[in-house]
C-alpha cells in the first residue's frame, strides 16, 4: 500500500468493483459517498496496517472447538412445504429462479 | 439518583418478583401482561421499540401458563415473565425482519434456542424489538422501521444496535428482554437506556436462531431492570445446544446463587486505556466512583494498562464486515424475503439485494468484500485477525492480576438522533469500549450507575475473563446496590 501516505486508501473504481462482487448496484452520488466513507475507516485501520505481527498467530475464532460432530442419526428436518411457503418462488417442490445462464427466454 | 423518566408511569414489579407471585398463584399471567400491554398502549409511538408487539398470542402464552399454575404445576423460574426480543432472533410463525427491507414479511419455521427456552421456563414473549439493520449500528437509526426513541429523552438515541430491547425495559414495556451483541449492541443500548445489559462468554448462549452477522463475535443475552433478573436470564437461556457447533459444553455458571457474594477481597483493575481521550469527562468521573464504591466494599482496586485495546476498533471493522459480507450473502431473492424481479438470476440477485439493504448493511458488506479480496486479504483480515490474538493475551495478563476489569461502557450518555449518522466513523467510535471483549470471546455487562451532566444515564462495564461470569455478577451486584448511594 504504497500510496497509504496519499490518504487514497481506496477509489471509485475500487469500489464499483468491490460492490459488483457483492451483488450491488451503486448510483454516481452512492458510488461517491461510499468511497469517501470507505476510505475514511481504511484510513483509521492504517494504525493496525504498521504493526509488525510477525509471528503472532492469527485468532479466527475465540472457542477452539473443531469438527463438532453429531451421532449420525437421522432427525426429522424443516417441513418442505413450510419452507417454500416463505420463498419468493417455489415450484414443484424447489425454489425458482429466473435464468441462470445466457439470455432470458 | 434517577432520571425523571420523559414517559408516566412508576416502576412495575422485577421478572424475580413476579415470577414468584405468578408460581404462588398470588398474580395471574394474564393481569401481569395486562399491565404491560397497558405500558406499551400509552407510550409506543412516541418510543418505536417494537416492531411487532404479538399481544394476542402473548395472551394465549398467559393463560397457559395459568392454566399450568391452577392445575399445581410449576411453569418455570420465568413464570409469567413478559420479554421483548429482538427481531433478530428466530420466532416460529411471527414476523422476523432483522429490521430490514430484505426480510419483510419472512416467517420462520423455528424458534431460536433462547427463544425456546424462555417459553419453556414460562416466559410470555410480547413482540420483537426494532434494532439497526441486521444489528449493525449503534443507534438504531440504521432501521428500515424508522428509529426507537430512549424513553429517558426522547430526542436521544437510544444506543444499539440492541435500541428497541433496551427501550422497552426502560420504557417498562417488559421487565426483561433478549438482545445481541456482536460489539458492543446490548452493553451500550443498556447504558444509554439506564437498564443492565448482559454479554456472556462467547459458546456459553446458543446463536441457534439468531440471524448471523459476525459468526465469531456475535452472542445473546438479556436486558433488565435489575442484576438478578439479568442473571436469571443467563441461567434460563444458556448452556450447551447441540444445534450450535460453537456452543460450550456444560450449563451456563451458577450465578444466581452468588448474587449476594459481595466483592470482599475481589481485584478490580480499571483499565487505563479506556478512560483517556475521547471519553467524556463526566463519563470516566462516574466509573471512577463506581472504583471507588467497589473499594469501599471491599475489593482491592488498580489501574492496569491493557495496551492492544488500543486497536480493538481497526480489527474489529475488518473482521465483523468480513464475517458479514459472508453471512449476508444468502440474502439473493432466492429462499427467503424479497425479491425484485429482473430476467436473469444474476440480475435479480442484484436487483433485490440494492433494493433490500439500506446504506449501512451496503457499506459493511463492501468493506468485509474488500478486506477479504485478493491483494488485501494480508494487509488487512489477516493482520486484524492477528490483532485479536494480541488483545486476547493482553487481557489474559491483566487477568492474572485482576478478576474484573472495569470501563465506561460507552465514551458518552445518550446523544441526539442525526449526530453521527453522516460520519459512520464518528458512530463507530461509540464502540470502542466494547468490542475488546467481543474480539477476544469474553464476557461484559453493562450496569447503571448514576447519571452525566444531562442527567442522562451512564453505564459502568465490567468485564472477566472467559467463564467469569460469577465475578462479573458479583460485581454488577454490588454496583447496583451503591449506585442510587454514591
Known amino acids: 500500500m504504497d500510496d497509504a501516505a496519499a490518504g487514497s486508501r481506496i477509489d471509485a473504481e475500487q469500489v464499483a468493483k468491490v460492490a459488483a462482487l457483492a451483488r450491488l448496484r451503486l448510483d454516481d452520488g452512492e458510488l461517491e459517498r461510499f468511497t469517501h466513507q470507505l476510505a475514511d475507516i481504511l484510513d483509521h485501520a492504517a494504525d493496525i496496517e504498521a504493526l509488525d505481527l510477525e509471528g503472532v498467530e492469527p485468532m479466527a475464532h475465540p472457542v477452539r472447538i473443531v469438527n463438532v460432530l453429531r451421532a449420525d442419526e437421522p432427525g426429522a428436518p424443516l417441513d418442505r412445504d413450510e419452507v417454500l411457503s416463505q420463498a419468493p418462488a417455489a415450484e414443484d417442490g424447489q425454489f425458482r429462479v429466473p435464468p441462470v445462464l445466457g439470455e432470458a427466454p | ?486
Open chain 2, 1 to 486: 439518583m434517577s432520571v425523571e423518566r420523559a414517559l408516566s408511569g412508576s416502576p412495575l414489579p422485577s421478572a424475580v418478583e413476579t415470577a414468584a407471585a405468578v408460581r404462588a398463584g398470588h398474580r395471574s399471567a394474564v393481569e401481569v401482561l395486562g399491565e404491560r400491554l397497558e405500558r406499551i398502549t400509552a407510550d409506543e409511538d412516541r418510543v418505536h421499540a417494537f416492531n411487532l408487539v404479538t399481544a394476542e398470542r402473548a395472551r394465549a402464552a398467559a393463560e397457559s401458563v395459568d392454566a399450568r399454575v391452577a392445575a399445581g404445576e410449576d411453569p418455570g423460574p420465568l413464570a409469567g415473565v413478559p420479554v421483548a426480543v429482538k427481531d433478530n432472533l428466530c420466532t416460529q410463525g411471527v414476523a422476523t425482519t432483522c429490521s430490514s427491507r430484505i426480510l419483510a414479511g419472512w416467517e420462520p419455521p423455528y424458534d431460536a434456542t433462547v427463544v425456546d427456552r424462555l417459553q419453556r421456563a414460562g416466559a410470555v414473549v410480547v413482540g420483537k424489538t426494532n434494532l439497526d439493520e441486521f444489528a449493525m449500528g449503534s443507534s438504531t437509526e440504521h432501521s428500515a422501521t424508522g428509529p426507537t426513541r430512549n424513553p429517558h429523552d426522547l430526542s436521544r438515541v437510544p444506543g444499539g444496535s440492541s435500541g428497541g430491547s433496551a427501550a422497552a425495559v426502560a420504557a417498562g414495556f417488559a421487565p426483561i428482554a433478549l438482545g445481541s451483541d456482536t460489539g458492543g449492541s446490548i452493553r451500550q443500548p443498556a447504558a444509554l437506556c439506564g437498564v443492565v445489559g448482559v454479554k456472556p462468554t462467547y459458546g456459553l448462549v446458543s446463536r441457534l436462531g439468531l440471524v448471523a452477522f459476525g459468526s465469531s463475535l456475535d452472542q445473546v443475552g438479556p436486558f433488565a431492570a435489575t442484576v438478578a433478573d439479568a442473571a436469571v436470564v443467563c441461567e434460563v437461556v444458556g448452556g450447551h445446544d447441540p444445534g450450535d457447533s460453537t456452543s460450550l459444553p456444560g450449563a451456563f455458571p451458577s450465578v444466581v446463587e452468588h448474587l449476594d457474594d459481595g466483592v470482599d477481597g475481589l481485584r478490580v483493575g480499571l483499565v487505563t486505556e479506556m478512560l483517556g481521550d475521547g471519553i467524556a469527562g463526566d463519563v470516566a468521573a462516574r466509573v471512577r466512583a463506581a472504583a471507588e464504591a467497589l473499594a469501599a466494599a471491599g475489593a482491592t482496586v488498580e489501574e492496569v494498562s491493557v495496551p492492544a485495546v488500543a486497536y480493538g476498533l481497526s480489527a474489529y471493522y475488518l473482521v465483523a464486515p468480513a464475517e458479514a459480507s459472508s453471512n449476508l450473502a444468502r440474502y439473493d431473492g432466492v429462499r427467503y424475503g424479497v425479491r425484485v424481479d429482473a430476467p436473469t438470476a444474476g440480475e435479480m440477485m442484484e436487483a433485490s439485494r440494492t433494493a433490500g439493504f439500506g446504506d449501512e448493511v451496503k457499506r459493511r458488506i463492501m468493506l468485509g468484500t474488500y478486506a477479504l479480496s485478493a491483494g488485501y486479504y494480508d494487509a488487512f483480515y489477516g493482520k486484524a485477525l492477528r490483532v485479536r490474538t494480541l488483545i486476547r493475551a493482553d487481557f489474559d495478563a491483566a487477568y492474572e492480576r485482576f478478576d474484573v476489569l472495569v470501563s465506561p461502557t460507552s465514551p458518552t450518555t445518550a446523544f441526539a438522533f442525526g449526530d453521527k449518522t453522516a460520519d459512520p466513523l464518528q458512530m463507530y467510535l461509540n464502540d470502542v469500549c466494547t468490542i475488546p471483549t467481543n474480539l477476544a470471546g469474553h464476557p461484559a455487562a453493562s450496569v447503571p450507575f448514576g447519571v452525566g451532566d444531562d442527567g442522562l444515564p451512564v453505564g459502568v462495564q465490567v468485564m472477566a475473563p472467559a467463564l467469569g461470569e460469577v465475578a462479573m455478577f458479583r460485581t454488577a451486584a454490588v454496583l447496583e446496590a451503591s449506585a442510587g448511594a454514591s
